[in-house]
């Protein structure tokens, strides 16, 4: 039996949003733009590099948008885009899941 093709545009999503952290960090955006140092200390286990490539990822991909503000000291917050607030049902949906279906240890 011959399985089914999957939707190349379908592997690509998974495959961005299944990197350790991305998930997480587009579900903190949804509150709105956030510093560096708040997503950082929002996700403890998160090292400053792996948020830094996860930022510069999201934002190569137009998920998120790097706003940088000129005073000082300078301002910067990420925020995410129309691309990235479509991703809120999706949120809401494994938040339902998760609260019918995972158990905590």
Not at 15 to 28: A, E, G, N, P, Q
Not at 70 to 94: C, F, N, Q, S
Request: charged share 30%.
């Amino acid at each position: 039996m011959e399985l089914p093709q999957l939707c190349p545009r379908f592997e690509r999503a998974i495959d961005l949003l299944s990197k350790r952290w991305t998930t997480l960090i587009v579900y903190r955006l949804l509150d709105g733009p956030q510093r560096f140092i708040d997503i950082e200390h929002s996700l403890p286990n998160l090292s400053g590099k792996v948020l830094s490539d996860r930022l510069r990822e999201l934002e190569s991909e137009g998920v998120i948008q790097r706003n940088v503000y000129p005073e000082k000291p300078v301002r910067i917050e990420y925020t995410l885009t129309e691309k990235g607030r479509a991703l809120a049902p999706l949120m809401d949906d494994i938040q339902q899941w998760a609260t019918c279906w995972v158990e905590l240890d």
